[in-house]
């Protein structure tokens, strides 16, 4: 009757330890890497696919540049008449102005 009584006990431990594990936060899966975009060569359509930027966005942005030559630093986008700091901040790690050319001796 003791020995019934303690593996009833032991049984009621165990099913509270692993609903404890069952109920822990798991980690969240890490975030795929997203490709930048590269607002110095990408298209109006390609614009396009960053938040906040529709098709009146992403033609003044290539015509900036278009006019001022290539962007030298992503805050410059701010620069495009429309773009704010609201849409920079949620773009600023979805895009890139390209790797730039090393300078020379001569330069």
Avoid: C, H, W
């Amino acid at each position: 009757m003791v020995a019934r009584k303690i593996a009833g006990l032991l049984v009621l431990v165990v099913v509270a330890l692993m609903a404890l594990s069952v109920a822990a936060p798991a980690e969240e899966p890490k975030a795929a890497a997203v490709e930048k975009i590269n607002i110095n060569t990408a298209s109006a359509e390609t614009l396009m696919q960053l938040p906040g930027i529709g098709q009146s966005y992403a033609k003044r942005i290539v015509e900036y540049r278009e006019a001022n030559g290539p962007f030298s630093n992503i805050e410059e986008l701010k620069n495009v008449k429309g773009i704010g700091d609201k849409t920079f901040e949620q773009n600023k790690e979805r895009i890139t102005v390209g790797d730039k050319p090393a300078k020379t001796a001569a330069q």
